[in-house]
């Protein structure tokens, strides 16, 4: 974990750090989550021991009012800092909070009488079945080592195919592997299976014959060109060659490919229930954001054919 200095004294630090440390252990957060919440609170005791003249300590997070966090999250959006960020800096200082609740350090509930800062919500913006196969099909035009070009296939086959976030499809190995289906590890390290389809097994198959390095079981498959595992930029980068290739817009990106996936199934008739699971979503909101693309999709649709549109 990144070494960020926190303004405090070393019983509050202490306590950040096992703090930081369960949400790893036990609530299994992502690294780059862990990260984001250390620089939150090393931000946040820096701005108190300003605000307040003096290194912070428990008694001094008892003590505090509302108008001292709202006076950081003024500061924060003064200097460009957006919504998304401060409603996310914003929970991780509650939870803080309510871990010492818990541990009877302290009893203050200032900052649940703040309310989150309203995220706008925008749509996916998916391909069409067109454009998603085509992006897959170009890789092999754009990339003169044909186990690179298989690679990459591959790579996007698993985003559009099966729905895998990028992160998701570079940690597969082969022990995740069987001949029909994949045992993915997601956000918070939840395990779930996905069915593959045809082209995917072939796609997966054919970068393994051709992949020039011996792996271990356990070890990703997906490898750069001197071995290692690949990198996401470089699969965003390919990205980026397939959009000018294509004429495809700027939301086009390997993400771009599972929201495809999962707008495709949704308007071919998959139930929503069954999508939740192959997405690994926890909760059934995250996943009805696909009915209302669905929707404006037929909208659309229905605007150009309808003669009295």
Not at 112 to 137: F, G, Q, V, W
């Amino acid at each position: 974990m990144a070494d960020f200095n926190f303004s405090c004294d070393e019983n509050c630090k202490n306590q950040i750090i096992d703090w930081l440390e369960i949400l790893g252990s036990q609530r299994r957060l992502s690294p780059k989550t862990l990260v984001a919440y250390h620089r939150d609170l090393a931000q946040f005791t820096s701005f108190l021991a300003n605000h307040l003249g003096e290194a912070i300590s428990v008694n001094a997070l008892e003590d505090l009012q509302t108008s001292d966090v709202r006076a950081f999250m003024a500061m924060r959006r003064n200097n460009g800092v957006g919504t998304r960020s401060l409603a996310r800096q914003l929970s991780a200082l509650k939870n803080f909070f309510s871990h010492l609740e818990r541990l009877g350090l302290l009893s203050n509930q200032v900052l649940h009488l703040i309310n989150s800062p309203k995220i706008p919500r925008s749509l996916p913006k998916p391909l069409t079945a067109n454009e998603a196969l085509d992006t897959i099909a170009m890789t092999k035009n754009l990339e003169h080592r044909p186990w690179v070009a298989a690679r990459d296939m591959a790579v996007l086959s698993l985003c559009y195919g099966a729905g895998l976030r990028i992160a998701e499809a570079l940690v597969i190995s082969a022990n995740d592997l069987d001949s029909t289906s994949i045992r993915v590890s997601g956000k918070g390290g939840k395990i779930r299976m996905v069915p593959l389809i045809i082209s995917v097994q072939n796609a997966i198959e054919e970068y393994l014959k051709a992949c020039p390095f011996v792996l271990k079981p356990s070890e990703p498959i997906f490898r750069g060109v001197r071995g290692g595992p690949l990198s996401p930029r470089l699969v965003q980068q390919r990205m980026v060659q397939l959009r000018s290739a294509l004429g495809l817009p700027p939301s086009a990106s390997p993400h771009a490919l599972r929201h495809s996936f999962a707008t495709h199934l949704l308007g071919s008739g998959g139930d929503l229930r069954t999508i939740q699971e192959l997405l690994g979503h926890s909760s059934l909101s995250s996943t009805q954001i696909y009915t209302q693309v669905d929707t404006e999709h037929l909208l659309k649709e229905f605007q150009k054919a309808h003669p009295r549109a």
